[in-house]
């Protein structure tokens, strides 16, 4: 089954708030859906496509002119399991934090790092989803779904999907040519929960012992304590990534800046934290029109009510442009942005 929208209002469908539009709209509930659509509308066939998840990764700068879809695949089943791991198939329209929460809930290590982060299953390949030291990439088996201009269904290796950071082949090569259905883990029946982020470990050590159940809370309250609610305030988390830069170039900014958050990669680079350059640099809580750093996470940019999606824009690129001439660094829009 499928559903089709003509003329379809996005101000609902994209956590900023933004009011645009798209030419059509199109819901699928089942693998077979996108075939059934076009045997009866070949012309979505010659449509821009956008694949669009929960929306919470995108600033729409205007109306879309083509066809955005949508996926309503729900469910759960177990595709493997012995004594130590689990593999788990999850329909690509369940909600992320649900799935996460079905994990812990039934003892299940790989995802609890990343509780509370807003969208779809579906989306978290294409973006490789990640916070607070972990990334879906790292517990991802296999990727199904339809091959859009031929109508075949198609399965990707963990390999094939061409992890980095926050993106994937279906980011970049795969962008509007296929349509994930369902997303298969790989998750551990017995582990040791990572505290090593932040204030986490303190956090749990408040609410009692270091278990699956505890970080997941822990990640909720420090989450909810520095992001806004996309249901209150408009925005779409971190809108920049952070940075990969030189371990050289790292320490004449801890010169510079001292405290500046500083994780190691492979030999030689290091990423720093963006969200704390932006605040150094005098960012934060600072609004320009109806768009706005937060207040609290200078990471986040926000719709404080009636901003366009150019708004949204134009401050990030002032952003960009301040934090390269102050301390020679580039930063990279994580927030997809749709022209």
Sequence with gaps: MYKLVPNFSLKDHNSFGVDAGASYWLTLT???SWKEAIARYPHLLQEERLIIGGGTNLLFLSDYDGLIIGTDICGYSIAYQDSTIVDITVGSGVDWDDFVAYCVENGWYGVENLSLIPGKV????VQNIGAYGAEAASVIHCVDGINLDTCEP?????????????????KEKLSGKFMITAVT???????????SYGDMKRIITDLGEPNLLNLRRAVIQIRESKLPDPRKVGNAGSFFKNPVVTEEVAWALEELLPGLPVYQLSEGYVKIGAGFLIEKAGWKGVQMGHAAVHDRQALVLVNRGGATGQ??????LAIQKDIFEKYGVALEREVQVIE
Excluded: M, N, T, W
């Design 30 to 32: 089942s693998p077979d």
């Design 122 to 125: 579906g989306a978290a390949p």
């Design 311 to 316: 708004d949204i824009f134009e401050l990030s």
């Design 154 to 170: 198609e399965c990707y290796s963990h390999d094939q999907c061409r992890f980095s950071y926050r993106s994937s082949i279906f």
């Design 185 to 195: 883990f790989r998750l551990k029946k017995q582990g040791e929960v990572d505290s």
